[in-house]
């Protein structure tokens, strides 16, 4: 292959102007496969009828209009761009936008890949790609419908793709030739401390001293006692935490504020208020705020099993240690800490009856003094969830597509 060409067709607009996680795995992957050296362009569709959706063109730097466009029987109005250096076009839509026809608009405008990337939402366009190759992003671990005439479908790790085939009458079964994985990269607009303005003061650099300021801070703020323990904090909801568990912990020296965790820990909250907050934000940006805050302060994350666009493991960069599930991506990018040789970055469990003894392993690394804090905080910091990275073994797994 002597050119590089991809075209990423987006599910919506917001890949380029919002902060969830599929709009970052769109938006800096394309920047990090351009910076890759290839030629990168991204195409969204957008619902006309959505005045909100003509600002975001211009957040977007959509500010140029092409002549209008005909695919079947409609005439869509096209607006270019670029987007963070991204080449950027949008097609509006007169309704729900339709990916088929945004990928047959984009090949009428001249932007003929090598190679199309469509996630979950974009799917059905593969009806439309013809003999282009093509590769899905797909984090929804229960269907393959309509991925078989895709080259490569992509998981969120490699162990999310054999975690799929191994289950008893997978979808996936036909799809084993060319399943995968590769580990995104973290939200670096979303989750940068050294210029978080959320925060109540700034984590430039990310130390345990500067975590235990600001823990001190989010205490004052949440209403919990300043007392000389670790904290864990919550920011992803947790289906399932057996009420056992749950006992244990508010027993535990520590304390927990959990924020949109869902009622297993708003329940330890109203049992134990002096160890426990499940705090209620009034607005979206007090929520997003006191997501921020939780993460930089707290000694440890407790994160649920999932899956997700863009790396779930964005708390380390605040040097926040993970204590999660030993699936996905932590299971290919954490390995537990020792506290004995300060290596190590994150603390793993199998199942249920493992998480209350790996929650008393990361206290005893937390109460082993400041050297071990700070040789943790480190290690969190030094964890590589760049997308640079993600390109690079994207480079790898699509080079066999080309041979």
């Not at 466009?69 to 409609?74: A, D, K, P, Q, R």
């Not at 927990?256 to 297993?264: I, K, Q, S, V």
């Not at 909250?269 to 997501?291: I, N, T």
């Not at 392993?361 to 290690?379: D, I």
Request: net charge negative; with cysteine.
């Amino acid at each position: 292959m002597s050119t590089k060409s991809t075209l990423l067709l987006a599910p919506a607009l917001a890949p380029l102007t919002g902060t969830d996680p599929l709009a970052c795995s769109v938006r800096d992957l394309a920047r990090a496969l351009q910076e890759a050296g290839w030629k990168v362009t991204v195409a969204v569709g957008i619902d006309g009828r959505e005045q909100s959706n003509q600002a975001g063109l211009q957040r977007a730097g959509l500010a140029r209009r092409l002549e209008p466009l005909t695919v079947g029987e409609s005439q869509l109005i096209v607006s270019e761009g670029t987007s963070s250096d991204i080449g950027v076009f949008a097609l509006s839509f007169d309704g729900e936008p339709d990916a088929e026809a945004s990928l047959v608009a984009a090949l009428k405008l001249g932007h003929a890949p090598n190679l199309l990337q469509l996630w979950t939402e974009t799917a059905k366009a593969l009806a439309s790609s013809g003999d282009l190759k093509t590769v899905v992003h797909h984090s929804n671990s229960k269907t393959a419908e309509g991925l078989e005439t895709a080259d490569f479908v992509l998981m969120s790790s490699r162990t999310a793709a054999t975690a799929a085939l191994k289950e008893e009458e997978s979808p996936f079964a036909s799809l084993a030739s060319k399943l995968g994985g590769l580990a995104p990269g973290f939200d670096a607009l979303e989750w940068n401390p050294e210029r978080d303005s959320l925060l109540a003061q700034r984590m430039d650099p990310p130390t345990a001293a500067a975590k235990a300021e600001a823990k001190a801070a989010l205490r004052k703020e949440l209403g919990l006692k300043d007392v000389d323990v670790p904290l864990i904090g919550v920011v992803t909801k947790i289906e399932k935490l057996p009420r056992a568990v749950g006992t244990e912990l508010i027993k535990m020296p520590l304390q927990l504020a959990g924020l949109g965790a869902g009622p297993h820990i708003a329940a330890l909250a109203s049992r134990a208020p002096q160890v426990a907050v499940c705090p209620k934000p009034l607005s979206d940006f007090e929520a997003r705020q006191l997501r921020h805050r939780i993460v930089a302060a707290a000694d440890f994350v407790l994160l649920p099993p999932g899956a997700s666009p863009s790396s779930l493991l964005f708390p380390c960069r605040y040097g926040t240690a993970i204590i999660a599930h030993n699936s996905g991506e932590p299971s290919e990018r954490l390995v537990n800490f020792d506290v004995n040789s300060r290596t190590g970055s994150g603390f793993l469990y199998r199942n249920n009856d493992e998480l209350m003894a790996t929650i008393r392993t990361a206290l005893l690394a937390w109460q082993a003094g400041e050297e071990t804090r700070e040789a943790l905080v480190q290690r969190c910091l030094h964890l590589d969830l760049s997308w640079k990275t993600t390109a690079i073994r994207f480079d790898e797994l699509v080079a066999g597509l080309f041979s």
